[in-house]
């Protein structure tokens, strides 16, 4: 007997083109034969022509269409996210860094790029590795928006399915680590990346190690601080695009956090690197209008907030805290600002440290009996006098759990429906009181504002019951309602009790920073270049707790916000720009 | 595929799967599935194999598909954390239950009514409501089908599974036939290609070509030649088969040959283009780990970094490397009147 390979030829090597190897898949052709034999069965002429116009139809005629926004009609990219997903599958042969600015929808470029080499039959399978509190969220966008049928890896067994989400910190351990690098991938995606900066971790080395064709790095931080970290992301990527390590370090590194030849690097980078920017334009946001609600304590809790601002001093004073030690007793006088039900908690666990028979034990009891005679609470009231008004969706953002759950069992006593949402919550609960949120309640109260998937464009108000002091902070609690999908303009209200260090940190954030109402995404690379040596939060306490009385505090915070602003005008200019790639 | 081409494949699906059609309007049918299809598609193989080892009647199941605009419903569509709103394969659920939410169960009387389950979030903006009320005790899900939604592409599946060899005859033309009472018939080899050209990137062409096995002669325009004809599944009186003087298996291999020589004429700039990718991206690796390599302290780290230099080679080559791939579609063998 003949081998089917004598006449019909062999595979091995063969070529149509002195670079092109010729496969052949001829199943379909030896079932007919077997089929020739038995004399049947025989398939339908009806359906033998479906299958060609089923060919027909998902045929990819170019090579460089964009062919998976025909198969997503009720999916409307954004003109910059559809850019993106063309320069990764053209320029960038599908291996590179996206790293737009939080919220411009880097999982939807991913998702694109994924859908469009699964759409040409390039990527059969593919592993996605993300932190551990983003895994679901991925896997449901990618079914949601994608119809891309990914799944959570939760059992040994689902590593064989082809699209798997993960988290990178289980798959580099044993023993998914073995299983995992005899594989192949078509696609690896790897989501805030740039915890992968350091080559000498293990999620690097893991990474580095999964045999893929093609990669995507997404990060909303590229250049954290250091140009190496920058440098070893890109060599995850592709080993070499920045030349060798002390090559690069020769033609773009000034000092580790200042590059030199930016526009050669800048080059380089657009390379392998896309950093889309909301000041980029063409993306249009609404507005955003703020008011302050100025307000006045109780004398009751004016008392309590003197109280606790002389122990503060005096406390400072006598036993020379350091810095962290600093942070800690102004926080004291940050949750006077918020609820008494906040500053409790504090002043009951500060009471417990301290040693018996410490003076200081007898201070933190008088300043706990001034809390009990505080029967209400100014800043509550306003609040449920505001939500009355505006007769619509709101949400209440509060630094401190206690808080929390005080606005909750007041607002409840006032008969207004309201949830809670704080970070500590699982996923199913924190989707639930989204749910509800949409379709029950006209409030929710918040405590945790960064976290990722929290989108909450149906509601067009916020209050900032009280202020973080890190801008990054107040500014992901805006972009949970303000964002690309908000159609109306923002209403944001920022509760402020004068005479208090809350009047003085909302006056930097706002009139000298005006942060309120910045292009949304200057703030991170401002702040970035601000945070180098210490933190704002830090720089704001030490100049509390240095400050010789309420003048004195004013003009230093004044200074800060100029430098700030200084910073905005000139310098963080310069560093934005760089980054960006041409 | 448009709506209208989507709309006409599932029709023929369903009719050529013994459906049963309970209604059907310019933009959505209402099906009743026959057990092949339902097997197919529902994923019930629990349910299959306990009709099958028992032998009981099996109730198959009743789909309503749109085939209108799907919904652009900014919240739902979005996926804005309904869990579980996209539990029916592609239809915009929303209600607050919206597990149940695109179900509409003809047991209760009150969901007859218009605005009942149905309207409660999965139908259609702008698509007329279904106005039937089921038998009691059907379950009715309703889809949105348009093109690249996962319904589709399982249809797509099953005709590539089910349309894939044919044995057929041409009726006969009309008259007399000029050899007395019998008509003389060739067999051919009908073969559809599909020629994958892949680096990191992909395009598809398509040829639906037949060979004669009498004569060895090769028609370019098989397919269109197939279409225009009447085709059956049973030899029609008077026909007289004619003896082939090739095999279905050397027949094939002229078709490739002639194939071949067509793909050798084609333009190859992409793999030129591609190649040069590759060693572009070759280099650079090799640049980058050379120096490592040299510098390396101990035999243990080079060692790693070979490795590693060999592995990134490999995924370069996996990536880029120009490749054509012919796969048949389907085939089968076709007698039409006539020696050639």
Redesign the interface.
Known sequence: MRT?HE???TDAGRR??P???????????E???R??ERN?P???????????????????????ELQAL???????PLPHQVETAKRV??DM??RAILADEVGLGKTIEAGLVLKEYMV???VRNALVLVPASLVLQWV??L???F?I?AIAQKKEHHWDNPIVVASIDTAKREPHRTKLLER?YDMLIIDEAHKLKNKRTGNYKFA??L????CLLLTATPVQNDLSELYNLI?LL????L????DFAATFVADRRVPKNRELLQEALGRVMIRNRRSDGGIRYTRRIVTNVPLRLSPEEQALYDGVTEYVRTHVRSAGVDLSGALALVTLQREVCSSRDAVFITLVNLFKKTEEGSPLRDRIWELVELIRRIKANTKAEKTMELIRGMNDKVIVFTEYRATQNYLLRFFAEHGLQAVPYRGGMNR?KK??M??LF??RAQVMVATEAGGE?I?L??CHHIINFDLPWNPMRIEQRIGRVHRL?QTEDVHIYNLCTLGTIEEHILHLLHEKINMFEMVIGELEDIIRTFEREETLEQRLARMILEAEGDDDLRSRIDRLGDAIADLRDSGGRKTAEWRREG | MNRKQVQRFVLSFLEQTGCHIIEKSPTHVVVKLSPEADRALTNRHFYWSFIDRTGAEPETMTFAWHFGQPAKDGDAARGDAVPGSAAGAGAAGGGTAPASANVASGASPGNAQPGGAFSAGAAPSGTAVPSFAPAPGYRVLTEQIHFGSARLNQLFDYVRKNGRNVLLFAEPPRGVSPFRATWPYTAWLGVNFKVSYECDVKRDELYGWGISLATGVIDERFRERLQAARLTARMPEGVQLLKSTLTPRKAMAHLEAHLERKLKRGDFSWAVEAESRRLDELERVIHYYRPLIERAETAEQREALRTRMKNREAEIDWQYRPRVTVSVINCGIFHFPGID
Do not use: C
């Open positions: 089917l006449t019909l030829g149509i083109h670079l092109v190897e010729l496969r052949y898949d001829r199943t379909a052709f079932e007919l034969e089929r020739l049947g025989w398939d339908n002429w009806t359906l033998y022509q479906l299958a060609w116009e089923a060919e027909e139809a998902t045929r990819i005629e170019h090579f460089h025909r198969m997503l009609p009720r999916f409307e599958l053209h042969r599908g040409r039959g390039l449901r966008e079914n949601d928006k119809g049928p192949e580095s190690d045999r893929k064709k093609y060599t592709k080993p070499g695009q030349g060798g390590e002390s199913g989707d639930w989204m749910e949409r379709r998937g989108n464009q149906f999908g």
